[in-house]
């Protein structure tokens, strides 16, 4: 691995990207382009769930690690496939295709409906039963 000499120099720590593989960015946003600041973003083989900035939707990696241990690069011409999710939204797995600079993918993840009709019956709660609540003969 290769950290450029300035990041040594000033005793910074080595970007995401100083690994080898070329910086892939998934920006999440809902249907209004807003960021949707709890998603995150796997590769299908992989374990772990990258998290998105929570300010700009976005995560940047240049490689992944998959299940079996082994280092997914990013290269160039790669066909990368990623699961994206939130709370509250559509999964959505997508390819992209990686380029030699400037790539950035935005993905916009459409709302669940999550809308429960509820009766006037359950309003009041669940009835539960207990063993005295029996009548008696």
């Known amino acids: 691995m290769r950290i450029p000499a300035l990041f040594l120099a000033l005793g910074l720590a080595a970007p995401a990207w100083a690994s080898g593989g070329t ?6 946003v ?29 995560w940047t990696g240049d490689a992944v690690y998959l299940a079996d ?20 939204y559509q999964n959505k797995r997508f390819s992209y295709i990686v380029k030699k600079r400037k790539n950035l993918a935005v993905v916009q993840l459409d ?14 709660g669940p009835v539960i039963g207990f063993k005295h609540d029996n009548p008696r003969d």
């Open 23 to 28: 910086p892939v960015s998934i920006k999440v």
């Open 69 to 88: 241990g082994t280092e997914l690069l990013f290269e160039r011409n790669l066909e990368l496939t990623l699961e994206v999710s939130a709370p509250g």
């Open 30 to 58: 809902d249907a209004g382009g807003e960021p949707i600041a709890s998603a995150v973003v796997r590769h299908p083989e992989e374990k772990e769930r990258h998290r998105v900035n929570m300010a700009t939707g976005i």
């Open 111 to 124: 709302k669940l409906d999550l809308e429960v009709q509820v009766s006037d019956e359950e309003e009041s």
